[in-house]
């Protein structure tokens, strides 16, 4: 009888032992196919769940934030002071520049009449700027007076080369030389409050003539745009439902997909700046659309980098950006500038051209022209930061330099004997940095994105290894006869 209750005790734990190894494989079994088939369907997950944290919906966080920018943003601006007018504009010396600045205006944008278009899932909206200026962070006050080239009477005479000779000659009596091609006035005036000049009311009396001559009471290059609803016009982008791939990106520009440019220049497209889609930063270009241009900028990518601790991508604009082999920028294909600016005569109806501050990677004839031109490329590159996975802007600096061409006008006195150059005018610096706040929730949901699949792939490969081992143990401890055991 003591033998058979041994053989009975063997009997039982054995089947305890081939229990405990059966449940093993089993748990094994669940493990593995949980975390593989989660493995597998993770991008799917990882779309859905940017998705719902991105796209634009009315009353939701990422709209709140959409509608009033959390990110602080600073206007810097570099004023060009020419110094040497008497000698450089009809005389045998170059004009020459010293940098004024900067000053500095903290920047806010406000999105108003915001239409939700559901047939397409886009947005249209306007975009509202506000600038305050900072003292305390400026080089200078807004009372500092600058001279440079009186951009009115440059526009006045650009707009009366397309009128007949006879027509000059009659205009030529009223434009006399009393009128200036150089302009002295303050900071503040240049840039928001409005400037004076006599050449306005002449243009205004020239506006039934030439109906695109600006009809302005005074100027400024920010004249009347801070807090206008209109200074940037009307802007519809996808919301990123229905397709998370069109976030905040621009299919019309004042109701319509074309800008004044031909061609692929005046195709409204790429993005504001403000919203990207999840999947824009794996392009090796970026378009970012500058409705001061009529037209968009490509940035390239440059170099993979971290800020925050948030993996992230850097876009920046090169040569290719203002090259003018794409003569469709031009207003004739006989009259296109060298590479480094962008005329911007069909778009704003003056001389005006852009380019990258003190002719940064542009074509050496602009800065041999003048005198004070010290390109930099840690100071004037053109770059974007975009995190990894989102795509949320992580750091911006956007800068780029307004420039008036200088030249005679047949026939009319106050343009004779002055040598074609063009002229820097000012040059601005749009900072954005993200906060630590919102930088920790973008690297919370990077870090998840990035590591959860790696996860999931170890809890399945710790399925596997369970599987076997169950396998293992089961097929040696469950299939042997007791017997065996007992005499062994």
Not at 398 to 426: A, D, F, S, W
Request: net charge neutral; with cysteine.
């Amino acid at each position: 009888m003591p033998g058979l209750q041994t053989r009975q005790s063997l009997n039982s734990r054995s089947v305890g032992a081939c229990c405990a190894k059966s449940l093993l494989f089993g748990l094994g079994a669940v493990i593995a196919t949980v975390g593989l088939l989660l493995c597998v369907l993770w991008p799917f997950l990882v779309s859905r769940l940017i998705a719902s944290q991105l796209a634009l919906s009315p009353n939701t966080r990422s709209y709140n934030m959409w509608v009033e920018t959390p990110i602080p943003i600073y206007f810097h601006i570099y004023m060009f002071n020419w110094t040497n007018p008497s000698t450089s504009l009809r005389g045998p010396d170059k004009p020459a520049f010293t940098q004024m600045g900067p000053y500095v205006f903290r920047e806010h944008h406000s999105k108003k009449n915001v239409q939700w278009n559901d047939n397409n899932n886009t947005i249209t909206y306007l975009n509202q700027k506000q600038w305050h200026f900072v003292p305390e962070m400026s080089n200078g006050t807004l009372n500092d007076t600058v001279t440079n080239l009186n951009a009115v009477a440059m526009t006045v005479g650009w707009h009366c080369l397309s009128l007949g000779p006879w027509v000059r000659e009659f205009l030529n009596t009223f434009i006399t030389m009393e009128e200036s091609l150089v302009k002295t006035d303050t900071v503040g005036n240049l840039l928001f409050n409005g400037s004076d000049d006599h050449l306005l009311a002449i243009a205004h009396l020239l506006k039934p003539y030439i109906k695109s001559l600006p009809d302005m009471d005074k100027f400024g290059w920010f004249y009347k745009r801070n807090m206008s609803l209109y200074g940037d016009g009307v802007f519809t982008m996808g919301s990123g439902h229905g397709d998370i791939n069109q976030l905040g990106l621009l299919s019309a520009w004042d109701y319509k997909p074309r800008t004044v440019f031909p061609g692929e220049c005046g195709r409204v497209y790429g993005s504001y700046g403000e919203e990207f889609p999840p999947n824009y930063v794996d392009q090796d270009k970026i378009t970012i659309f500058a409705n001061d241009l009529c037209s968009g900028i490509n940035l390239s990518r440059t170099e993979e980098a971290s800020q925050f601790g948030i993996p992230s991508v850097k876009f920046a604009g090169g040569e290719d950006v203002f090259s003018n082999k794409t003569t469709c920028y031009c207003r004739t294909n006989t009259t296109c500038p060298a590479s480094g600016v962008r005329d911007l005569s069909l778009c704003n109806s003056s001389p005006a051209m852009v380019s990258w501050p003190h002719f940064y990677l542009a074509d050496p004839s602009y800065r041999e022209a003048v005198v004070g031109m010290k390109p930099d490329k840690d100071k004037h590159e053109f770059y974007m930061n975009l995190a990894e996975v989102t795509s949320v802007t992580l750091d911006v600096r956007g800068r780029m330099q307004l420039n008036m061409l200088m030249q005679t006008i047949p026939g009319m006195n106050l343009y004779k004997g002055i040598k074609r150059t063009v002229m820097p005018m000012l040059w601005f610096e749009q900072v954005a940095t993200l906060t630590p706040e919102l930088s920790s929730q973008i690297s919370v949901l990077v870090q998840l994105v990035q590591w959860g699949r790696w996860v999931l792939l170890a809890l399945g490969v710790t399925g596997i290894v369970l599987i076997s081992i169950g396998a293992l143990l089961q097929a040696r401890g469950c299939f042997g006869r007791p017997d065996e055991q007992l005499l062994h």
